[in-house]
């Protein structure tokens, strides 16, 4: 089958590239959960169990600023369907979210925050404070991954790359990355990308070239 390309212009290339990093801030959802008879009594269960935990925070050196204002619901609970469903009580859930800079103390405050009535720690998030410079490092490299594979293809079919007529910045978790990422074989990578301990900020790029 032949195929027809209606309207000549030039090439077209996706670059992509990532850049790995120690993470050096940490953030964490923990949430207190208590059931009880009554509203009220869920309501004041939870607020000790949110009072504990403040407490637990600031012993560790967690300033306030570090966490969010807690979200407060309440609700039936029930267990089991249709006439035998029975009627367990008032639950009243609080979640925080804090945000931890000095990574040596992350174990010890998830086990005192568990000891002082946490009950679910529902996400734990590692981070980079310095993400903006390391994703423009990762886009520039995808800049220069793009325009090898340009010229790669250019040099295999006896023509020389013209300008850069077109440039679109691509979402690497996007659906557009996915068309293209098995063709991302410039993207540089390496042990340290599944290896616990590291960040992956990643970069990817589309690019347009005229050919001379």
């Given at each position: 089958m032949?195929?027809k390309?209606?309207?000549?212009?030039?090439?077209?290339?996706y670059g992509?590239?990532?850049?790995?990093?120690?993470?050096?801030?940490v953030?964490?959802?923990?949430?207190?959960?208590r059931?009880e008879?009554?509203?009220?009594?869920a309501?004041?269960?939870?607020?000790?169990?949110v009072a504990?935990l403040?407490?637990?925070?600031?012993?560790h050196?967690v300033p306030?600023?570090a966490?969010s204002?807690?979200q407060?619901?309440?609700?039936t609970?029930w267990?089991?369907?249709?006439?035998?469903?029975k009627?367990?009580g008032?639950?009243?859930?609080?979640?925080?979210s804090?945000?931890?800079?000095?990574?040596?103390?992350?174990e010890?405050l998830?086990?005192?925050?568990?000891?002082?009535?946490?009950?679910?720690?529902?996400?734990?998030?590692?981070?980079?404070r310095?993400?903006?410079?390391?994703?423009?490092?990762?886009?520039?490299?995808?800049?220069?991954a793009?325009?090898?594979?340009a010229?790669?293809?250019?040099?295999?079919a006896?023509?020389?790359?013209?300008?850069?007529?077109?440039?679109?910045?691509?979402?690497p978790?996007?659906?557009l990355?996915?068309?293209?990422?098995?063709?991302a074989?410039?993207?540089?990578?390496?042990?340290?990308?599944?290896?616990?301990?590291?960040v992956?900020v990643?970069?990817?790029?589309?690019?347009?070239f005229?050919?001379?």
């Amino acid at each position: 089958m032949q195929m027809k390309i209606d309207s000549p212009w030039g090439i077209s290339v996706y670059g992509a590239a990532s850049v790995n990093a120690t993470p050096d801030l940490v953030r964490l959802r923990i949430a207190v959960d208590r059931i009880e008879q009554t509203a009220g009594g869920a309501f004041g269960s939870a607020r000790e169990g949110v009072a504990a935990l403040r407490r637990t925070f600031r012993e560790h050196g967690v300033p306030d600023t570090a966490v969010s204002s807690s979200q407060l619901g309440l609700r039936t609970e029930w267990e089991g369907y249709n006439a035998s469903r029975k009627f367990l009580g008032y639950r009243c859930q609080a979640d925080f979210s804090v945000t931890l800079t000095e990574m040596d103390t992350l174990e010890p405050l998830l086990v005192a925050a568990v000891e002082a009535g946490a009950n679910r720690v529902d996400r734990v998030d590692f981070d980079v404070r310095d993400k903006p410079e390391l994703r423009a490092r990762a886009r520039t490299e995808a800049v220069a991954a793009a325009r090898r594979k340009a010229e790669l293809y250019a040099e295999a079919a006896g023509v020389t790359l013209g300008a850069v007529l077109h440039i679109e910045d691509v979402d690497p978790e996007g659906p557009l990355a996915s068309r293209y990422r098995s063709h991302a074989v410039d993207a540089p990578s390496g042990e340290g990308d599944l290896s616990p301990g590291q960040v992956t900020v990643q970069g990817a790029v589309l690019l347009g070239f005229a050919l001379r």
